[in-house]
């Protein structure tokens, strides 16, 4: 018997303020430590821009319009509206935007193209923002106690490794704190600003556009190389969309407009000030704008803000990472989940620390923030432009908006989206080739896996014996039934599991209950209802079960058994049931499917995949293993 999808996702309950405050410590860290860097590195000598009135008063206003444009208009107006079953997120965007398309067309495979490059991206913005965030912060003691400059390299690789050494211990407990410091952050931030503001009140002609319209008129060259730099204060854009299923888009949305961009609007504002009335303050406007005695507490400050935001892309890294793996894209990984009252707080030992592993090089190679600067912006650009694609796919495919419609509202954000590319382009040889090439590999890696399973698949079937035929032969005259539950994982439900011909060939037996359990994953989120279990008696003691997942969730086969024992008359021992997996050894060969190298790189990757046992939740104790071959 087969049931209507039913799609789930947590209902919140909460009233608006805590989701408010919890959504700006975990959403908004990285877009709210921006103002440490950002219009430094707009006006950095090497761009060549007279730091006048003028000038000033042009990259301030580039500064407010990208905020309005990109973040509140294209994200928090129209892409946030574009949520799978309440969840965002470049991977759970590709899973709507092909909804509508059959999934072997040409344009379904380009969507999924995207969406996985997407993906991959965002890896090398996870490495480039915690480098970057926790070193721009810590370089305030640079200000605050100028001797402390050679210390500022080992501070900051101290602070990552203890960062990423509690990742095992889950997000939980600290998380209650990520809301009062950054909401304590942004009222700093606005307070600075704004006593700058009140001190040269010219600044706020910058509202104007003119003035950006201005600026790069006047130094065409120069503004397109600095727009690179004024796209650092958009980085984190993309996390508002991809926490939206954590926290809704509602609260998202007030905190943004309530306190996030006025904060940071006033501080970038502030910095411009201190800038008209002391331009050596260019050095680090964003330290210089607070008094002497402020210095040491507003690093002290800068940094925990820097570490929640470098928090909030681990965690970021460790969701996509488990949504990838659902999908097929990534290798089965061991997954602790650190809460139980949380599904998303989960921790991927192999993510964390292949991640700080690259960080800490990263840091050691560029060792400052302006720097790293130069590697900042690509990968968000580029997943900021795939994004931009998607929804438009959604709009037209999805929501059935007409083409009279999407096409203008496209065409102006992707004008913008390629505006900041181009720009961000023309850093690829001073650092932008980083995230490019983490995401470049990733993908590779990525597709690889992909395609190799789709193979090991298609070989399988192909060998495969059409599971009912083979029943009702085989009960016809039945091997000796032993006492006990067999559990067979299988990876179709339509076919003979290889393990159970293995153990009927060396044991020639078969157990009294004996279930053939698979495991399929949706493109939504949650699932939950009838359909998250079916169940086929096939007669004789043997059942058929496909259980049905979300890409946000982990299989776990014993809820599945609990829910087996719940629906049906069957009762489950675990130390009377045994489960038999298929260790399969995958061989490279010549045949028709991928080449050669390509082949063996698969291999390697499915012969270090996490075990079925960590992954799926089964007692290691009660698994019999038999291995068989795969020839691709």
């Given at each position: ?41 707009a ?13 000033i008063?042009?990259?301030?206003s580039l ?25 965002g ?23 999924i ?48 490794i203890?960062?990423?050494y ?39 002609a ?37 926490d939206?299923?954590?926290f ?78 659902q ?10 989940h ?11 030992p ?19 923030s302006d ?9 968000v ?11 438009a796919y ?5 929501w059935k ?12 954000f ?68 032993v ?16 393990s ?73 021992e675990?130390m ?25 790189i698969?291999?390697?990757?499915h ?7 960590d ?9 019999v ?6 020839e691709?």
């Open positions: 018997m087969s049931h209507t999808i039913d799609v789930h996702y947590p209902v919140r309950k909460q009233a608006l303020a805590p989701l408010m405050a919890a959504a700006i410590g975990v959403v908004f860290g990285d877009i709210g430590t921006s103002p440490l860097y950002a219009l430094k590195e006006f950095s000598p090497a761009h060549g821009v007279p730091l006048g009135p003028n000038s008063l042009g990259v301030i500064l407010f319009w990208a905020i309005v444009v990109v973040v509140s208009l294209k994200y928090v107006m129209f892409v946030m509206r574009a949520d799978n079953n309440g969840e997120g470049v991977l759970a965007l590709m899973a709507m935007a092909i909804r509508p398309f059959d999934r072997t067309s040409t344009l379904a495979h380009v969507l193209g995207l969406g996985v490059f997407g993906a991959c991206m965002f890896y090398g913005d996870a490495v480039i923002t915690p480098a970057i965030s926790v070193m721009s912060a810590v370089e305030g003691l640079e200000i605050a106690a100028p001797r402390l400059t050679p210390y500022v390299v080992p501070i900051t690789i101290v602070i990552l203890c960062l990423f509690i990742q095992r211990r889950g997000t939980d407990s600290v998380g209650r704190l990520f809301g009062p410091i950054m909401v304590l952050w942004f009222l700093v931030l606005a307070v600075m600003g704004a006593s700058h503001i009140v001190q040269e009140p010219r600044i706020i910058a509202l104007n556009p003119y003035y950006a319209y201005e600026f790069m008129a006047m130094h065409v060259l120069q503004a397109y190389v600095v727009m690179g730099s004024v796209f650092l204060v958009l980085t984190g854009a993309e996390a508002l969309y991809a939206m299923g954590h809704g888009a509602k609260p998202i949305r007030w905190a943004w407009y309530g306190l996030v961009m006025p904060s940071l609007v006033l501080n970038y504002f502030g910095q411009g000030a201190l800038l008209l009335n002391n331009p050596h303050a260019i050095e680090n406007p964003f330290y210089l704008m607070a008094p002497n005695w402020a210095l040491l507490p507003l690093v002290i400050l800068a940094t925990v803000a820097t570490v929640i935001a470098s928090q909030a892309v681990i965690s970021g890294a460790f969701s996509l990472t488990a949504q990838a793996i999908l097929g894209y990534v290798p089965r990984m061991k997954i602790t650190t809460s139980a009252a949380a599904i998303g707080q989960i921790y991927i192999v993510v964390n620390w292949m991640l700080l592993f690259i960080i800490l090089c990263v840091v050691m190679g560029f060792r400052s720097n790293l600067a130069a590697a900042y912006g690509i990968a650009t580029t997943t900021m432009i795939i994004t931009t694609v998607l929804v959604v709009m037209s495919g999805v908006w007409r083409r009279a419609v999407v096409m203008p509202i496209i065409l102006a992707l004008t913008v989206d390629l505006a900041f590319f181009g720009a961000n382009l023309l850093k690829v040889a001073e650092g932008g080739w980083l995230p490019l090439t983490i995401g470049a590999v990733l993908f590779f890696l990525l597709m690889t896996w992909s395609k190799g399973r789709h193979i090991v698949r298609d070989r399988t079937a192909a060998d495969g014996i059409p599971l009912e035929p083979f029943l009702e032969s085989l009960l016809a005259h039945p091997p000796h039934r006492t006990g539950t067999a559990i067979y994982l299988t990876g179709s439900d339509t076919l003979v599991p290889v159970l011909l293995h153990n009927l060939k060396h044991n020639k037996v078969l157990h009294e209950v004996t279930i053939f359990m698979n495991f399929q994953t949706l493109d939504v989120p949650y699932v939950e209802g009838p359909s998250r279990l079916e169940t086929r008696d096939l007669t004789g003691g043997v059942y058929a079960v496909k259980a049905t997942f979300g890409f946000n969730e982990t299989p776990d086969v014993q809820t599945v058994l609990r829910m087996i024992e719940d629906r049906h008359d069957i009762s489950f675990l009377d049931t045994s489960f038999f997996l298929a260790r399969e050894t995958v061989v490279p060969t010549k045949l028709p499917g991928m080449s050669v190298w390509r082949e063996r698969f291999a390697w990757m012969q270090n995949a996490a075990k079925p046992t992954f799926f939740s089964i007692p290691a104790n009660r698994v293993e038999l291995g068989t071959k795969i691709i």
